[in-house]
């Protein structure tokens, strides 16, 4: 095999391979323990150890082909691993993020987290996890299909973290007037006993004048 021709076979991995990367570290940095993921981790070292032997092989043209497309294969794998714990750890981070506030505050503040964005992330979250029936033959091409969803995950988180002032603005807003509203309900729950223990000692009163 020619080294150009080589070259450009080894070069079209590089764009799958920082896809995976990315997919990697945004995983890791999404997990509260910032776990270090051996799976994915594991298929790039195989991978790169096809990419090694495609080097030592690259006088025959049919040799070298089957090791590039084992190391395409391997690092389509780590994608689909990564992708697997990304959709989790995104899908975690998100809940995670609104778990503080009301039903209430976010239908004022984030009506479409009921109506579309929490049914795309089942979605979403589902089609990742079969993504390996659907890719046995070809996982690098699977990966490369739903990194696109996994964009739309990234896509999500940031619009939470958006909604997230005016969701502490409001929940403060409506704690206050909860507050408030607990406040009157005192005051009226002490003035009806005041009115109450007035009335009985009027009527206690009154009748003791008229037996007297």
Known sequence: MKQ???YSKLKSLHSLYENVKYAIILAETLDD?????????????????????????????????????????HMGRAGCDALELLAGNLGSSVI???????TKALLEVFPEYYSEVRPKLTAIQT????????????????FDEYFTEIKELIEINAVVDKMI?????????????????????????LFGSF?????????ALLTWLLVK
Request: some cysteine; overall charge neutral.
């Open 33 to 73: 323990d910032r776990n270090m993921y051996i799976a994915p981790m594991n298929e790039l070292r195989s991978a790169l150890d096809h990419i090694f032997k495609s080097v030592v092989a690259v006088d025959d043209g049919e040799k070298c082909d089957y090791q590039l497309k084992e190391a395409k294969e």
């Open 96 to 102: 995670r993020k609104l778990y503080p506030y009301s």
């Open 165 to 189: 002032p005016a969701l502490q603005e409001i929940s403060d807003r409506m704690e206050k007037d909860d507050q408030e509203q607990n406040r009157k309900k005192k005051k009226e729950l």
């Open 4 to 6: 150009e021709e080589y």
């Open 127 to 142: 089609n990742i996890a079969g993504h390996r029936q659907h890719g046995k033959t070809d996982s690098a091409k699977s």
């Open 195 to 203: 009115i109450g223990f007035i009335s009985a000692a009027l009527i």
